[in-house]
């Protein structure tokens, strides 16, 4: 029987951890289908402020969690906080740390049809944008794919990537529909891997110790997923749920929503580079075959 795929469902990390002399990590306090542990929030750098990278949601029981991890890192203030990306689990802690700790600057790359679900005065930064704090530079890297204002960011001082929702810490990405274009995110991972990072911090999961080989290994299973998908439809296979239950079939049944998802990407992009065609407007109720 071959090995189960390595999933973030039932994953537990601590609430705070240090992973480098300027990286101390915060768990957003959301365990999810999507988020696993929860989303990663970062105090990066080594003075008295540190650059807060990520949010989490907003759940109440992240506030104290924070605050231990600014006392771990030696009884710090946040400097100001920059996101990754404008989903939720992201941004949607801003307005209580800001409520707690006082007006701070929030930046992040613009993406007018998310950010507008936030009232949130927002800095918009974007690619070779630069954030500094003592003992950290952060360089961003605009690496849409997951979503179109997602930004990686390089500490440059470690020649290490916080790669946002682009690369995780276990398991894969989901391309969704909203945002969502898997052409844009294998040109991601490729400027990623042009990056050749040593460790890479995750939104999600833990610690990437090699990271320019999680890449490499991203880009492989991408195109390994993508001929199990063109086998599929041209074993006749047409509707997107029964490509999942062929491709997917070693995945726990959970996860077969979001996998229809990435599907349906792997799909759209085949269709553009045309290979597959579609019957019917909307890419999951739409019978695919070859073109």
Known sequence: ?????????????????????????????????????????????????????????????????????????????????????????????????????????????????????????????????????EGATLRAVHTPGHAEDHLCFVLEEERAIFSGDNVLGVGTTVIPPEGGDLLDYMSS??????????????????????????IREYIAHRLEREAQIVEAVEAGLCEIAAIVKRVYAAYPAALHAPAAATVAAHLIKLEREGRVQRDGEAPLEARWTTA
């Open 189 to 214: 991972l490729e400027r990623l891997l042009a990056e050749a990072p040593g460790s890479i911090y995750p939104a999600h999961g833990p610690k990437i110790e090699d990271g320019t080989g999680k």
């Open 1 to 133: 029987m071959s090995q189960a795929p390595p999933v973030m469902i039932g994953l537990e990390m601590p609430d705070v951890d240090v992973w480098s002399e300027r990286v101390v990590v915060a768990l957003g306090q959301n365990p999810g289908l999507f988020t696993g542990p929860g989303t990663n929030t970062y105090l990066v750098g080594t003075g008295a402020e540190r650059v807060l990278l990520d949010t989490g949601e907003g759940r109440p029981e992240y506030l104290p969690v924070l605050a231990q991890a600014l006392e771990r890192a030696g009884g710090v203030r946040i400097q100001e906080i920059v996101v990754s990306h404008g989903h939720p689990d992201h941004l949607g802690g801003a307005p209580s740390v800001i409520e707690e700790h006082g007006a701070l600057r929030v930046s992040k790359c613009p993406w007018p049809a998310m950010d507008d679900r936030h009232a949130l005065d927002l800095t918009p930064i974007g690619d070779g944008a630069l954030v500094e704090t």
